[in-house]
Each structure stands twice: as structure tokens, then as C-alpha cells.
């Protein structure tokens, strides 16, 4: 398959996974928003028609009273006129699989493997990034069900295969594919609690209440449940779908817990919004979340390297000599490497000025050893250095300079 191919099935399959993405996260953040915002209704005969809860609202000059039926309004028939909140899911799912399936499997050999981190062989990769998504799911949903009415532990322990599965991706594939792969992990958890639990749930509730029978409560339960859980997972996943700009992230030696740690700031964030819909306004939560951010920018800040005292002056011809060996590949306006019809974010190393344009970015890619990719082309610990004292020492691109 050509690059170019590539190039355009990536753009479509990540507009499409974006504007489906968009689609699920605000049905989904609205159904949490109008849940926990129903008031007792005010007519006595809407409390007759089995009338829970409703809200008033207004938006786009018009008013507007949902109401919500626990087991469907009593004395009358339940419309036909359904609408489901479920194909967002699937294709937001399906269309994240396409760019996993696209990135990290058919260009396994430069996104997902790192042989820095573990030397494996291509086949051996997809697998366990497939069996990672499945795994994942297998555990939560089994977790779910052993601790079934115990969510405080259920949480804890949610939180512990969480930490746990990012540990083990930092173990196993180049940063950036750890970061994705947990993301993936926890949007198959998402889509599958909604195609496994929400909505045959509620289908079995409507063919209950069409035959004339009273639905069990336990569907609705199981779908509530799965529900407050995917609202919970959201800020993180959404976190893991911008992280590739963000190589100060997963380029961190400790990548798999600054992942934790911006998460769990995800989740406190989300915690705030969940309880001011029920009218309980706790700000120590979004400040307890801006708290541990800042403590994480401070904590992984890189250092300020001077120039060694005992470095030797390095020319822009060693430099230029390192790039050419190590970055050209995929850094060039006509890339060699493989799976690349462009040169990565547009960064062109060919010319000295291109370079020089580029010097701060070098380093600190260099250096966080993010770049080259997985290490394709081995650049060494002494090149890497070679360019921190360059970019220390001001990082002239005079080819004059000794």
C-alpha cells in the first residue's frame, strides 16, 4: 500500500472517528447532564403516567420539558418512534480500530515497536495489542460482576488495572503506542458496556413493556451502571486522542505515570460536572485537578542543561552529519523510510537554515529520545549528547564555525 494511500486513509478514518467521537461524547455527556438534573413532576397527572423526573430548558429561542419514564408511561402505549443512542459508539469504536488497525499494525514496525523497550517481532506486536483490547474488556466486565453493588472497591480496583495496564504498555511498545493502546483499551471497554450491556438491555425493557409485562429493574440497573462508568472514562480517552503533540508526555521516563496522573485529573474534572448537575457545587475537585497538574509540569520539567564545562565545541558539521545518519529517513521533502510519503509534521532537516529553524524542537525530541522513531535508525547515547551540547552551546548553523 502506498504512503500517499495511507496518508488519505488516515485523514479520513481520523475525521470520521473525530466527528463520531464528537457525536457519542455529547449524547453522552447530555443523558448524564438531563439525569441528574430531573426535578419531581409538577402535574398530578404526569406523576399518573409514570412521569419520574423531567426538566425544563430552554435553547436556540425555543423551550423545551424531557421527561424520563422509569419502565414507560403507565396507560398508554410506548411509541415506536424510539430513538437509540448507539451507533455513535459503534462507530466511533470502529473507526478508532480502523487508525489502530492502519497506524500501529500495518505500520507496526515504525509506530508500535521500540526495540530499545522490547525486541519484538511484528506478528508477536499486533497480537498482544489485540489481546490487550480484548483482555481489558474480559477483566473489567468480569470485575464488574464479582463486585456487583460494591462500586467504591470496584473503583479502586479499576483505578489499579488502569495504573497496571499502563505500566505493562511502557514495557512493551514505544511511548507513543503505550499512550494509544490504553486509550484503546478503555474506548473498547466503552463501546462494548453500550453494544454488550446498555442496549440489549433496553431492548429487553421495550419487548417487556409491549407484551404487557413489567420490566425487570436489573437491565436498567446493569445500563446505568455501564453509563456512569463510560462517563468517567471520557476526559482520559479524549486526553489520549490529543497526546501525540505532546511528546513532553509520553516521552518521559516515567510516561506510563504521568498518563496516570493527567487521568486521574480527568476523572476528578469529569466528578465536578457529574455532581453540579445534581446541584452540588465542589470546587475543591476542579482545584484538586489543577493542583495535580501543575505539580506534574513542575515534576517533569526538563532541566536546563548548560553546556558541559569539559564538552568539546561541536561544529554544525558533526550535527549535520548525525541527522543525516539518524533523521533524514523520514526528515526529508522525498522520505526513504518506509510508510512515509511525507516528512513527519512537515519538519524537513535537508538545509542548515531548516535545521537551525528546528534546533530547540531537536533537542528536546532528541533528548526525551521520542525521536527517531522506536529508535529505527540507533542513534546512540553519544549522538544524542553531541546535539544536547550543541543546542547548549547555542546551536549555530555557521558551517564555519570550528
Known amino acids: 500500500m502506498s504512503a500517499y494511500l495511507v496518508d488519505w486513509l488516515n485523514l479520513l478514518l481520523r475525521w470520521l472517528h473525530l466527528i463520531a467521537g464528537i457525536a457519542w461524547i455529547g449524547a453522552s455527556f447530555y443523558f448524564v447532564m438531563l439525569d441528574n438534573s430531573l426535578k419531581p413532576p409538577q402535574k398530578p397527572d404526569d406523576r399518573r403516567r ?34 437509540w443512542s448507539k451507533w455513535e459508539a459503534y462507530t466511533t469504536w470502529l473507526s478508532g480500530m480502523g487508525l489502530l488497525t492502519l497506524i500501529y499494525w500495518h505500520g507496526a514496525a515504525s509506530w508500535l515497536i521500540d526495540k530499545s523497550v522490547l525486541d519484538l517481532a511484528v506478528p508477536a506486536a499486533v497480537a498482544i495489542s489485540a ?32 495504573t497496571g495496564a499502563a505500566w505493562g504498555l511502557f514495557h512493551l511498545f514505544a511511548a507513543r503506542a503505550a499512550y494509544l493502546h490504553l486509550g484503546a483499551m478503555l474506548g473498547t471497554i466503552m463501546a462494548a458496556n453500550v453494544f454488550v450491556h446498555i442496549i440489549p438491555g433496553q431492548k429487553r425493557m421495550v419487548a417487556d413493556i409491549r407484551a404487557g409485562r413489567t420490566p425487570s ?12 462508568h463510560n462517563t468517567y472514562f471520557t476526559l482520559p480517552v479524549l486526553f489520549v486522542m490529543i497526546s501525540g503533540h505532546y511528546p513532553m508526555t509520553y516521552g518521559h521516563p516515567y510516561g506510563w505515570a504521568v498518563l496516570v496522573a493527567i487521568m486521574l485529573a480527568g476523572v476528578l474534572i469529569r466528578q465536578f460536572f457529574v455532581l453540579r448537575h445534581r446541584g452540588q457545587v465542589r470546587p475543591v475537585l476542579p482545584l484538586l485537578a489543577c493542583a495535580l497538574l501543575a505539580a506534574l509540569a513542575v515534576a517533569i520539567a526538563p532541566a536546563q542543561a548548560p ?10 558539521a558533526q550535527v549535520q552529519a548525525v541527522l543525516a545518519r539518524r533523521c533524514l529517513a523520514c526528515h526529508a521533502t522525498h522520505p526513504t523510510q518506509p510508510g512515509f510519503a511525507r516528512a513527519p509534521k512537515g519538519v524537513v532537516l535537508e538545509r542548515p537554515e531548516q535545521i537551525a529553524a528546528h534546533a530547540t524542537k531537536i533537542g528536546a525530541t532528541v533528548a526525551s529520545k521520542y525521536m527517531p522513531l522506536g529508535n529505527l535508525t540507533a542513534m546512540s ?18 558551517q564555519n564555525r570550528p
Request: glycine letters at 14%.
Open 50 to 83: 409514570g412521569v419520574f423526573g423531567e426538566l425544563w430548558a430552554v435553547h436556540g429561542g425555543g423551550f423545551y420539558c424531557s421527561q424520563k419514564f422509569l419502565a414507560g408511561p403507565q396507560g398508554e402505549a410506548l411509541s415506536d418512534d424510539l430513538h
Open 131 to 162: 489481546a490487550l483490547l480484548a483482555g481489558g474488556w474480559l477483566i473489567y466486565d468480569a470485575l464488574c460482576r464479582l463486585l456487583e453493588g460494591r462500586e467504591n472497591l470496584l473503583a479502586a480496583l479499576l483505578f489499579v488495572l488502569v
Open 217 to 228: 429493574p436489573r437491565p436498567g440497573q446493569i445500563g446505568k451502571q455501564r453509563s456512569v
Open 307 to 316: 553546556a558541559r564545562a569539559t564538552a568539546a565545541a561541536v561544529s554544525f
Open 381 to 398: 547515547d553519544e549522538e544524542r549528547g553531541l546535539i544536547a551540547d550543541w543546542v547548549a552551546q547555542g546551536a549555530t548553523a555557521d
